[in-house]
């Protein structure tokens, strides 16, 4: 399991960890049932803290997308990936009703927003 961390990212820690695992469990690199390294291991191979580790796993747990046993570790959970991306798709439709609101307020037209969609989608972030 491959898990980046970049620094220089606005975005938390914790929260990048969350999203690249929840991401190798919907294209199905992490399958149902597969264990996840402990909280100690994936702290030390990312060389951050283990209370960061706890944060994600705790969040992707609260989500449903793991399993934590006590004892034994953490392992992917049985997802129905068409409820689950369901549920992405409508927290997707409220950011971007946001975005349209904001757009109008700021007199864009349909094609700057849907311009700024695409080089939002095609940058690396």
């Known amino acids: 399991m491959n898990i980046y961390i970049s620094n220089s990212s606005g975005q938390p820690i914790y929260e990048q960890i969350v999203v ?5 469990i919907m294209s199905g690199e992490l399958e149902s049932g597969a264990p996840l390294p402990s909280m100690r291991l994936l702290a030390k191979e990312l060389r ?9 796993y705790e969040e992707l747990e609260r989500e449903g997308f793991i399993t934590t046993v006590v004892g034994k570790g953490s392992f992917v959970s049985d997802l ?8 992405q798709l409508k927290k997707v439709e409220e950011h971007l009703t946001e975005a349209v609101l904001w757009g109008k307020q ?19 972030i």
């Open 48 to 56: 951050i803290s283990v209370i960061t580790t706890k944060r994600a």
């Open 106 to 124: 700021s007199g864009l037209s349909l094609e700057e927003l849907v311009g700024v969609l695409k080089g939002l989608y095609e940058e690396d």
């Open 80 to 87: 129905n990936h068409e409820i689950v991306k369901e549920e």
């Open 20 to 24: 690249q695992i929840k991401q190798l």
